[in-house]
Each structure stands twice: as structure tokens, then as C-alpha cells.
């Protein structure tokens, strides 16, 4: 019950009053019994509030709630819901105790909860790194109309919530990818050039069907026009690769490189499988930090989702020679590989360059690298001083450099990337969906 105590600001606001009351009394003698009146008035209404407070053993019930697990990089919707069983109106001011992650130490919410009721109060938390997140205790002071006295309540002390990839981003794109309108968010419309050659069924030939495509014995059958119709084809091996090494730490709004890969490839993976494809990942960096074969069952992509958890960058320098031959030792069948990686100079991918080509030769391979949205704002930016001046020069340099980049991997037989972080999602399901409708894999 002590413990439970608190006094209000309220209090401490009157018994200041009353102390100046008291030393202006020296001087005013009429004050003098006045504020004794007061100080009896003030010390019975906290007694009186006290008791009502207190009267009851558990006066307030309350939880906290949320997802199972929390998305990262998005707002996730928590909820506090409130209980009361006191026959007043109370005045509860709440507050959570949220992860160290999130270093925000000033939640406070204040509500006023009618006689024998109930309410919930929801707000939302943005992680930027995967892990556990622990929340401490929630904290609700009740208080009555007096405001004298508050009594404090805990409820849900050292609660867990894990953070994986963008759970959210991926529900969002696998609800698109099932009513087929993946292009209502941008993703383009690639016009088919020829067609696949997994037959789907025969059909009537209706009008702006392609007449090559005439079935001649189903039309003799029918005595009608029947013609052919293709799907794209399923069951085509498709791997993320994941390059976790230091490059990838580079952060964005919040998030790295690396995050941003990740939840791309979760929600990538996810569109993937529901087009019937086979989905896998690889994560490396000097070594092979993660790898999932590719599969079509309904139970990869939780697979595929715990190995995305758990990857971190391991801040050193990548080793595409090993890549290059664990990639030859691990997918023997001809896939389409995703490599989510980051270039800044020329040079450093022309170091890698020879082993992409190889890459290249063997799969179909779609690099995937971005560009530095903080230089193309400094390019935009006007430039008044001579310094100003040189700064926008190198930023314009560096930009120039990325298209460099691009040319130089389209010259050598590789499929490239080059997006904004924040549209990374979009522009490599894009990226998919042209390679499908071209049939190039």
C-alpha cells in the first residue's frame, strides 16, 4: 500500500500556498488562523481521498497488448486497455515503461475513465533493428476528483515482443500478388515480348488473340476457332543473396542497407511463392552467414523469415571469390539470383566485376544497389559559397559514378537495380515481374 502511494502536484501546489500563507502571517495576523483552517481542510480531503482510493483491493485492472511479433521498420499498433471498478470518476494519467531500443523516456497519457467502465487507449511504436524488445512495467496513477492522491497501479512487468522483417510490408504485397494487382502501387506494366511455353488450357478464340497460337485439331473438333493459351512458367528457382558485410550498414531514415534488404527479400519471397516459383536466401560476407535452398512449400517462408531474424553485418569486407564458388557448389540448376549489395566507387566493383560475369554466365543475375539519396539532395541543392560549390562538384561526381557503375554491369551481361532505398520493394518486384514476362529465365 505505500508503495502504492503517491501525492499529487496538486498537493504540493496548496501546501506551497499555505507555506507562504504562514510566513505571511507574521506580518498579518488574521491570516494566521486561516491557514491553519486550510492545513486541516487540506490534510482531511487527502485522508478522505485516500480511503476512497484504497478502499478497494483491485480498483483498476489493465493490459497491455500488441502483435506477436513487431514489424520492423513500420508503425506497429500497441494497445493499453483500462478496467475500472470504482463507483467515481477517475483521472489516470499512464505510463509505459517502452524498450531501451526506443529511447523514448517521456510517455505520459492522461484520460478521464466514467464510474464502472472501460476504455482502450492504442498508439504505436517504429523499430528500426531486429531483435528482442522488452517492455517494462505499465503504469497507470489513479486519482479523484480532489487530486490529492494518486495510487499506482502495475500490470504487464518485462514483457517480450520480437521484431522480424517487415511483417507488415509483406501482407501488404502478398494481398496484391493474390488479387493479382500488383501494379496498383506503381509496379509497371511490362508488355510481354513472345510468350512462355507452359501450356495452361484451349480456349475460344476471341478477338486480339495471337493467331499463331491457333489450335488446328481443337478447331476441327469444335468446328470453332480454338487457340492455345500460355502461362508463365512455375516452379523457377529464385535466391535473394544478402551481402551483410560492412557496406550494408550504411543507414537510411532509421534503417540500414541491410534492413532494407531484408525486408525486401521477406516480401519478395512471399509475392515469389504465391506465383508458384521456388524462393531461397543466402546471406554472406566473409563466409556464408545464412542459407536456405529453394523450396515451394507452404512452410518456407517461415523458414526463410527465422534466417532473416537473425542475420547481422559483421562489418568487413565481402568475399565475392567465395561467393562465386559456393554458389557453383550449392545451386546446380540454372535460378535467378537477387544480389542486394551496394557499390560507392567504380573501383570497388571492378574488383568484383570477374566474379559477377561468372555469376552471370551460369544464372541470371539482377544486382541490386542503391543510390545515395542524401548526395542527390546536395546535387539539387543551390550552391552560393565556393565551398558549396566544391561539395556539390564530388556529390555530382559520385552520383555520375553509380550510372557508371550501371552501364558497366548491363555492358557485361548482368541485369541491374540501381533504386532508393524506400522504393527498393517495388522496383525489384518490378524487376521480377519483367524477367517473367520476357521469359529470360
Known amino acids: 500500500m505505500i508503495k502504492a502511494l503517491y501525492l499529487h502536484p ?26 491553519w483552517l486550510a492545513s486541516t481542510v487540506l490534510g482531511a480531503l487527502t485522508f478522505l481521498e485516500f480511503l476512497i482510493l484504497f478502499a478497494s483491493k483491485q480498483g483498476l485492472s489493465g493490459e497491455r497488448s500488441g502483435p506477436a511479433k513487431l514489424s520492423n521498420g513500420d508503425p506497429n499498433p500497441l494497445s493499453i486497455h483500462l478496467k475500472s471498478k470504482y463507483t467515481f470518476v477517475t483521472y489516470l494519467e499512464i505510463i509505459d515503461e517502452l524498450p531501451v531500443q526506443f529511447q523514448k523516456r517521456d510517455f505520459l497519457h492522461k484520460l478521464q475513465l466514467p464510474p464502472k467502465s472501460e476504455t482502450e487507449y492504442v498508439y504505436s511504436v517504429r523499430p528500426v533493428e531486429r531483435g528482442e524488445y522488452y517492455f517494462g512495467n505499465l503504469n497507470v496513477y489513479v486519482s479523484s476528483a480532489l487530486r490529492l492522491v494518486r495510487r499506482r497501479y502495475r500490470f504487464e512487468k518485462d514483457q517480450m515482443m520480437p521484431v522480424y522483417p517487415s511483417l507488415i510490408q509483406m501482407q501488404k504485397y502478398d494481398f496484391l500478388a493474390i488479387s493479382n494487382k500488383l501494379t496498383s502501387l506503381g ?79 521477406l516480401a519478395f519471397s512471399n509475392v515469389a511463392l504465391k506465383k508458384a516459383d521456388k524462393t531461397g536466401m543466402l546471406a554472406f560476407s566473409k563466409n556464408i552467414n545464412a542459407f536456405v535452398p529453394a523450396a515451394q512449400k507452404i512452410t518456407h517462408l517461415n523458414q526463410i523469415l527465422e534466417k532473416l531474424y537473425s542475420i547481422q553485418t559483421d562489418f568487413k569486407d565481402s568475399n565475392y571469390g567465395m561467393l562465386y564458388a559456393q554458389v557453383k557448389r550449392k545451386i546446380n540448376h540454372r535460378s535467378l539470383l537477387l544480389l542486394f549489395t551496394n557499390f560507392e566507387h567504380i573501383s570497388g566493383l571492378k574488383r568484383q566485376l570477374p566474379y559477377l560475369r561468372g555469376l552471370a554466365k551460369q544464372h541470371l543475375l539482377v544486382v541490386i544497389f542503391f543510390e545515395n539519396t542524401e548526395i542527390e539532395e546536395l546535387v539539387n541543392q543551390p550552391a552560393k559559397t565556393v565551398q558549396e560549390i566544391y561539395h556539390k562538384t564530388i556529390a555530382e561526381k559520385f552520383q555520375h559514378e553509380k550510372q557508371l557503375m550501371r552501364k558497366e554491369m548491363i555492358k557485361n551481361g548482368i541485369q541491374v537495380v540501381l533504386t532508393k532505398p524506400e522504393e527498393l520493394t517495388i522496383n525489384t518486384i518490378n524487376k521480377y515481374l519483367e524477367i517473367k514476362a520476357r521469359g529470360l529465365l
Open 10 to 35: 496538486n498537493f504540493f501546489k496548496i501546501l506551497a500556498i499555505l507555506a507562504g500563507g504562514f510566513v505571511l502571517s507574521y506580518w498579518v495576523d488574521e491570516l494566521y488562523p486561516i491557514c
Open 187 to 265: 509496379l509497371k506494366r511490362i508488355r510481354r515480348i513472345g510468350h512462355t511455353q507452359e501450356f495452361e488450357q484451349i480456349k475460344e478464340y476471341t478477338k486480339g488473340d495471337d493467331v499463331r497460337t491457333i489450335n488446328w485439331k481443337a478447331t476441327a473438333k469444335k468446328n470453332d476457332l480454338m487457340v492455345n493459351q500460355y502461362q508463365d512458367e512455375k516452379s523457377q528457382p529464385i535466391y535473394c543473396l544478402i551481402d551483410t558485410g560492412r557496406v550494408m550498414k550504411m543507414p537510411f531514415e532509421g534503417l540500414t542497407l541491410l534492413d532494407y534488404a531484408i525486408n525486401t527479400s
